[in-house]
């Protein structure tokens, strides 16, 4: 492990970029962050994916083991995936031996392409249902989408799924390393896992958790068993929370986004049970999440994740 040389890079890093969200057109700028010895993270930009990223928007981690690196959600376009190959050639001479990928949303597994390129050997693993769906017609439409909205920079031919499937409780051995897979049903999505480096006191929590960002609930979601599977991580009281959108922290980041899932609900059920419609309500339940107005994603976001509640505590109320 080339600890000093990577330490020089990130201070380089860290001096030579303005803002690390900051990017220039073409260009994979998002330094390396190290968050224990062994463990590093890029933070994409919250923006949604366009010609500019290229598809990158997430949180990618990097986990150095003595079998190899070991990469969590390698981006969402096969010029990720590529790029950040690079960037950990930077960090040490090992070669990618396995990646985890989080969910069956394409801006955490689209890199899968790009790693799969450089290293053919390495092993992909994800949750059954990811797998499924990845592989199912929810693959090819992510990888016609993001080529579409990058305006084709993403640099994508095909879909690369999981190879192998991993369920809650589950530990793969990499190395010295393990790594903890927990899976606590459905929560942003029905596939969703979180991965635990085990000796690190870390817990990458997927989409699970965000740090003061808003992105989709789709069908497959649920905010019941998403603030349920947040309580299950706060439970094990890890010092790195390292979420899959923006940057890694302690518990209060998990507290804060729980806080906000909590108010929605919570304000959706005062409105629903006065008998107003989602669209009548969406006004005021606005006015009560004024806390997290700033987060990048709210404008957009909001309304949806209204109709989802909405529909959420309809089912619940039968
Ligand atoms: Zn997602």
Known sequence: MKTIQALFIVTLCILFTASPL?????????????????????????????????????????????????????????????????????????PVVAVFNSHAHGDHWLGNEGVKKAYPAAVIYGHPKMKAKVEGADGERWLDLINRVTEGKAGGEKVVAPDKVVNDGDVIDIGDTKFRIYHTGPAHTDNDISIEIVGEDALFTGDVVRNQFLGMMEEDASFKGNIAAIDFMLGKNFKHYIPAHGSAGGRELLNEYRAYLATLKSTVKLFYDD???????????????EDYQQWPGFDIRVGPHISRVYLEIEAEEF
């Open 275 to 289: 008998g107003l419609a989602d669209f009548e309500m969406k006004p005021d339940v606005v006015k009560a999440l």
């Open 22 to 94: 900051a990017v220039s057109a073409g260009e994979f700028d998002w330094p390396l962050v190290r968050v224990t010895d062994r463990i590093y993270a890029i933070y994409g930009p919250f923006d949604l994916p366009n010609p500019e990223n290229r598809g990158f928007r997430n949180t990618v981690v990097i986990v150095l083991t003595t079998a190899g690196v070991v990469l969590f959600d390698p981006g969402g376009s096969a010029w990720s995936g590529e790029r950040i190959v690079e960037r950990i050639k930077s960090l040490t001479d090992e």
